[in-house]
Structure formats: structure tokens, C-alpha cells
């Protein structure tokens, strides 16, 4: 298990360093031919209070001339982004054309139980889902996926995903770039392994099920090697980590300094400058670049190597290598001039937070992340569930998930610090229904990027996470909290609790 200090010095020094070198031999300037799919937009208000998805199959080309059966949210591949407006009342219909189960899970939207879209919360094949959301939270950037149980890795890397924007006029009142495809950009970071005839592999087992799902092929907005129009000024690109299992350590190709000014709860107190960033699967950053100098430039990951870490000494050849998380080019920024480009600076101040403040007498959970012997054999042997008697492949405190147990029960209105340890590995840890604040990762303050609110951490490390219960949850419609390595999920490291 690394120390904080080592997480710290892996992310600013490794993936600069590899991505600026080693990367960009990967992806030359001349392969981005294609030009950045935006996904199409869908106000809320524009459609009177309504936002229609129908799930279904789809045909998609990563490689050009070669389509793939995909999955879609109302599109070939992933979905539209939905844009939903604090103090708004949304209903939602989302129709299942896929011909198994599935269900949608609002990750990262304040919302009860109920219609949080769990894996309690079933939608049967040619059946519609209505749910209604009380939209009341600050503005920020979620998602939406596929979230059945056991089947959540499989149905999101075929494509069941899509971003969300919730707005509050915060944006405005900051000046902030808002123009969406323009200097507002939403980037859909994903890996995908593909075969010679550019069709999706999924096969969750031997390193796949071990460390994860993880491609060999990047790809942004459904795009491989992607060219974005960016202009003159200060551009805001809203980062989502929707990959199944990889971390993307990410940097610019001439190490230019950004400032992250959002992350999943929503706005920092001030930017934060940064020249490299690790987004873990289920996270969300927003990040102001500046491109008035008119320099072309490339977006580039380091390889990522954290799911070997302490995994009985096993390198990235025999868990990654050849098979994925390695260093790569996922796309490039052209200027173009003609663009509009109202905003000319990154602002010194955002939103007031106040810090976290955990009372004397609150109270306490431990949580571990857990992977034992049968996942070490499931994996080596590629198949089956370990030996007799190996316990849960993965779990969370010795126990793999049960739908049918609450974990916990904490007061609706309370608050706890979980105290939240990784082993094997390291795991992005994701809590449905709250937004938290990080007290400690590593027994250290959290960076200044991590200090607003969260939905999803990524922990190399023990921490500690301030949690308050706002949302009302059930015992037929719980909360979950898990490790969002999906085939972790899937496998059973997920746990789940209701408000009493």
C-alpha cells in the first residue's frame, strides 16, 4: 500500500513525466481525424419539466467503417447530456428496449432512495420507468448509468452512461464559460479493448476481473484519437471518469498549468492550479484551460499501475500490460480563432465552503474494501468463484453483497465519519445519496482539488469521509456504497444502508 505522500508525488511527477514523453509516442498528430462528438443536450426546462431516455442497442464504429453492437441511452452509444435546473421538479421516462434488465442510476443527483436507481429499482425489458426528481443541490456535474446487480461492468462498457449538469446560475454569477460545444465542453473518458474487426471484448475474468475491466484503446466522447475545436480564451472542459476500472492520469502535452474549479459535489472555494490530475472511475473534475497563446496541444494519461499495487507483487505484466491502463494520447485541442470567446480569465474566488467540522461525539464506522484468496484464484484461473472454503472473492467488512441485508442504518438528518480502508489495491469508493467531505486520506489532509464536496475518492490509503444522511432510504429501497471498479462491484464489494 503506497503513503499519501507517494499517491502525491506518483500523480504530479509519473504522469507528467510519462505522459509528456512516453505517451505521445503513442498517438501521432496525424491519427486525430476525428472530430469530438458532442453528445446532444437535453434542458429540462426546454422540455417542460420532462426528459424522455429509452435504453436500447445500437450500432457504433471506433474504428472507422467497422460498426459494433453498442448499447445507448436514446443514441448509438452512451447518452445525451441532461441539464437540470436546482429548485426544478424532472420527471423522467426511461423506456427498455434492451431485452434484459437494466436500470439508471442518478450518480452524483441528491435524490431519495427510491428514485435513486439502484439495483432494487428494476427496469424490465419493454418496461418504462417514471421516476420524479426534486432537484435541490448547488451546481455541479453528475452522471447517469446502468446499475444492475451483477451486470453493471457489462451494460456500462457496452455504453449505458451519459452526463448530467445541474445548474443554480452560479455559473453565471462567476462568469464562468457556459457555452456548450464551444467553451464548455463535456469530455467522456473511457478505455475499451477491441478486436481486429473493432468490435467491443468484455471478458470480466483473469486481469479483468482481478484489477478491474481495462482496454487497450482510449477513447473520449465514443471517439479514438478525437480533435477538438477550442478557442481563443479560457475554456472549461467538464471531466468524467466513466471507464470501468482504469484511473487517467492526466496531463498536457506541453505540461501547461489548468485550474480545477469543480469537482463531484460541485465549486472549490478557489481554482486550484494544477499541471497533472487523476480522475478515478465515477469521478467528475471541471478544469479551466487557457488557449489564448492559439497552441495546439494534446491530452494525454500516464499508465496507470494502481491496480497492481500490492496484489502479491504482481506487475503491470501480468495484470495490465498488453491487455490495457497503459500511457496514451486521448485527444487534441486545435485553436480556432473564429470561435467566440467571452471570458479572458480564470476567476481568483469561487463558492464560500465551510470546512468540515465533525463534532466530538459523532459517531464512527470502519469499512474495508476486501479482496481474499477466491479472487486471487478466480482471476488466475479465469473462471469459477476460488476454492471451497476461500470466502467471498470480494467484499466489504468479510461479507460479499446480499440485496437482501442492510449494512447499515444510520438517523436521517445525522452525520458519520466512515473510516475507509483499501486493501489489495487501490479502490475508488463511491456512497449513493450523499455528498461527503474528505477529513484525511493517508492519515493527511486532502489535496486542495479534493477539499469540496464528493461523491466518489479514490483510496490509496486509509480515510477518513465526513458523511451526512439528507435523502430517505428504505429497506426495499436502500442506498448502496461501493467500490466503483464495476467488476468489483459486480463481484460483490458493495454494501448498502437505509435512514431511519
Known sequence: ??????????????????????????????????????????????????????????????????????????????????????????????????????????HGVLAPAAVDGGPHIVIKPGDTWRPVLKINQPETTAWYHAHPHG?????????????????????????????????????????????????????????????????DTLIVNGAVAPVAKAPAGIVRLRLLNAANARNFDLAFSDNRTFHVIASDGGYLPAPVAMTALTIAPGERFEVLVDFTSGNSVQLATAADTRGTTGMMGMGPGMMGGASGGGAGVLMRFEVDPSLPSPVKSVPATLVALPAPAPPSSISRRQISLDMGPAMMMRGMMGRGRGGMGMGPPVGINGRAFDMRRIDFEPKLGSSEIWEVTPNMMAHPFHVHGVIFRILSIGGMPPAPHLAGGKDTVLLDGPAELLMQFTQPATGRTPFMFHCHILEHEDAGMMGQYATN
Request: charged share 20%; hydrophobic share 40%.
Open 1 to 106: 500500500m503506497t503513503t499519501r505522500r507517494q499517491f502525491l508525488e506518483r500523480t504530479s511527477a509519473v504522469a507528467t513525466a510519462a505522459i509528456v514523453g512516453r505517451a505521445c509516442a503513442v498517438a501521432e498528430p496525424s491519427s486525430f481525424g476525428t472530430p469530438l462528438p458532442i453528445p446532444e443536450l437535453r434542458d429540462a426546462r426546454v422540455g417542460r419539466g420532462s426528459i424522455d431516455l429509452v435504453a436500447a442497442e445500437g450500432q457504433h464504429a471506433f474504428v472507422p467503417g467497422r460498426p459494433t453492437t453498442t448499447y445507448g441511452f436514446s443514441a448509438p452509444y452512451l447518452g445525451p447530456v441532461l441539464v437540470l435546473h436546482s429548485g426544478d421538479e424532472v420527471q423522467f421516462s426511461v423506456e427498455n428496449r434492451l431485452g434484459r434488465n437494466t436500470t439508471v442510476h442518478w
Open 151 to 215: 451486470n453493471s461492468g457489462r451494460q456500462v462498457y457496452m455504453g449505458l452512461a451519459g452526463m448530467v449538469i445541474i445548474k443554480d446560475g452560479t455559473s453565471k454569477e462567476l462568469g464562468l464559460p457556459e457555452s456548450y460545444g464551444v467553451d464548455d465542453l463535456p469530455i467522456i473518458l473511457q478505455d475499451r479493448s477491441l478486436d481486429r474487426n473493432g468490435a467491443l471484448l468484455y471478458a470480466p475474468f483473469g486481469p479483468g476481473g482481478m484489477a478491474g475491466m481495462r482496454g
